[in-house]
Every structure is written in C-alpha cells, then in structure tokens.
C-alpha cells in the first residue's frame, strides 16, 4: 500500500520557483531516500509534504490531499519529521522534549530511552545543554513519540561526529527491522543509504531526474547525479 504520493509537486520561494516536477512515492513500511546535490529540493521537498510552503499538484498521504491542510493537521495525520538542524525546545527538559508531542502507542517514554539510553540519562536535563549529537537522538526520539506511519528523517547525520553518525545509522537500521513504520531519509552518505533503503529518488534542480531500486543506483549514476 502506498501512503505518500507525490506527483508533478512544484513550490516556490516568494517569487522563486524551487521544484519544478516531484515525484515520488513511499509504501507502508517502505524505506526510501530522497537523494541529490546540495541545493537540489530535498528539504524544500519535505518542506511541501509539511505544509510549510506554497506548493502545487498532487501530495497524498493514506488518501488525504495535504496541499490545503496546516501542518498541525498533516502531522496528526501520522507522519514524524525529526528536521534538518533538529531544531529541539532548547528551554525545555528532554522529559518535556519528548512528552510535548507524544501520542498514544508503541513509542511510549520508555521504548524511546531504551532506544536512545543517553536520554534515559538527562531526561531533567535542559535541552540545549545536550550535546550535538544527543539533540539529534532527542529530534528522533520526539518524532518517534508521535508514532507515525511515516518517519521523515532530514539530514540527521549531518555535522555529527562519526561515533555518533555511526549511531544514529544504527538506530536507523534498528526501526528498519524492528518496525512496520515507513522511512523517509535524507542523506548525503550514500554507502549507508545503500545497505538501508529498499529504493532512492534522485533529484536535480527541483526536479526528479532518477528512481529506482537502491540496488540500482550506478556508480555512475551516482556520479552524474550526486558526484561522489
């Protein structure tokens, strides 16, 4: 069953046209990575899917049109985003971090520190205080406490440390396995992305240019489109 569609999505900045022709879709448990240079749509991508910009053409999730809902409304309808730069309530306990959001079933409290034993640890702890790494785990644990179908993962390695990065893609793999729930990810590291994702969508100047089988990702495809 396919819970996101995405077809022939165009957005703009203001006056400034940004995508130009999405299209993507990601099934029920379904792990997908939306790929590509810097500055080539992914996160404006996201950003369409939330609501957080004026979009057009088709965006569907479990059959609701999202273009004309708040992004209240589309989170409620189960889809978690932990964003680019994690942006946690900084004047906020970790506790309050993860219960602010929580919705009922299986990722309680208890699941997400089992998940991540480090918050375990700081849960009276001040938000900002955490290191980088631990606010990235935090930004994952909050997504997570809102259960969703589809858990939207915006560059959650990016600027961390590699014991850390290694981590965080270990959690990754853990939800892969251990979950029924979707993934959205966004990443620059390609041979991660390769041993998670069932599949990959490649976008250039706000456009889909590839997608396909992970398997099936070149490396030179991976060379013209991502130039690694």
């Known amino acids: 069953m396919t819970l996101l569609t995405l ?12 995508l130009f022709n999405v299209n993507l879709e990601v099934g029920a448990g379904e792990v997908v990575a939306l790929m590509g240079r810097n500055g080539m749509g992914k996160s404006t991508t996201v950003k369409s899917v939330f609501g957080l910009l004026p979009a057009a053409g088709v965006v569907r999730f479990s059959g609701h049109d999202l273009l004309p809902m708040p992004p209240h409304r589309v989170a409620r309808l189960g889809i978690g985003l932990v964003p680019e730069g994690r942006r946690c309530f900084g004047n906020l306990s970790v506790e309050k971090n993860l219960t602010a959001a929580a919705r009922p079933g299986d990722w309680s409290l208890k699941s997400v520190t089992d998940l991540f034993p480090r918050l375990g640890e700081r849960l009276p702890q001040i938000a900002s205080s955490l290191s980088g790494g631990e606010q990235q785990m935090l930004a994952i644990a909050r997504a997570l406490m809102t259960n969703p179908k589809l858990l939207v993962l915006d560059e959650a390695t990016e600027g961390l ?4 990065r290694k981590e965080i893609w270990k959690v990754i793999a853990r939800l892969k ?13 390609v ?3 390769r041993q998670i994702a069932d599949r990959a969508v ?4 706000g456009e889909t240019v590839w997608s396909g089988p992970v398997a099936a990702l070149t490396p030179e495809l991976t060379e013209r489109y991502l130039g690694v």
Not at 7 to 18: F, I
Not at 202 to 205: G, K, M, N, W
């Open 7 to 18: 077809e022939g999505v165009t957005a703009y900045y203001g006056s400034s046209q940004a």
């Open 191 to 193: 041979r991660e992305l």
């Open 177 to 189: 396995q251990e979950s029924d729930m979707a993934i959205l990810i966004i990443d620059k590291s």
């Open 202 to 205: 490649v976008l250039q100047r």
């Open 161 to 164: 440390a590699p014991l850390v």
